[in-house]
């Protein structure tokens, strides 16, 4: 389970044209693995791994299939770390590398009032690079798959902003 946190920028209205912006953050807690390294003494290596990302996503356009309840596709980046902390072994070497991956959002978002907004959302992605974490010589402990899927549900607050502001 990951957590998110993100801000949203849409312009609403009756057409197709309704473009969205969203930056988003999300940590996706440690995963503990146990792997048996070395012999004949069978040590048990640990490793901790995490991520943490930023995504920026647009959809340029929306499907309206009532006043309330729309459907987005979108295109987005995602940029962050993977972290490994090992322990367990006579060499621990903690490693951060990179995260990069291109995505493709779809959000369907019900408003039932002008402050509420429910959101279910589905994310096909594609890493650009496919790490590998290991234990020396060759025990693989995660290997980064070429394609990835997210599911998720946001009850997010919402606030309108004026279609048009004077200032003097």
């Known amino acids: 389970m ?10 609403h209205g009756p057409g197709w ?5 969203r930056l988003a ?4 807690p440690e995963r503990d693995v146990e792997q048996v390294v070395g012999s ?3 040590q048990v290596g640990t490793a901790e791994l995490s991520r943490f990302a930023g995504e920026l996503s647009g959809c340029p356009l929306q499907i309206r299939f009532r006043p ?3 459907l987005r596709p979108c295109l987005g980046v995602q940029a962050g770390a993977l972290l490994a902390t090992v322990g367990g072994v006579d060499e621990p070497a903690d490693q951060v590398v990179p995260w990069l ?14 402050w509420a907004l429910i959101e279910l959302s589905a994310e096909l992605g594609v890493p650009l690079v496919r790490h590998r974490f290991y234990f020396e010589p060759d025990l693989t402990v995660l290997q980064v798959s070429p394609i990835f899927a997210a599911l998720g549900w946001q009850l997010p607050l919402t606030t309108g902003v004026p279609r048009a502001c004077r200032f003097s």
Do not use: I, K, N
């Open 2 to 11: 990951a957590y998110p946190a993100f801000v949203d920028l849409s312009r």
């Open 17 to 21: 044209q309704a473009p969205s912006l």
């Open 25 to 28: 953050f999300s940590y996706l």
């Open 40 to 42: 004949p003494a069978g």
């Open 68 to 70: 309330t309840l729309v």
């Open 101 to 114: 991956a291109g995505t493709m959002p779809l959000r369907l978002q019900y408003s039932p009032l002008d």
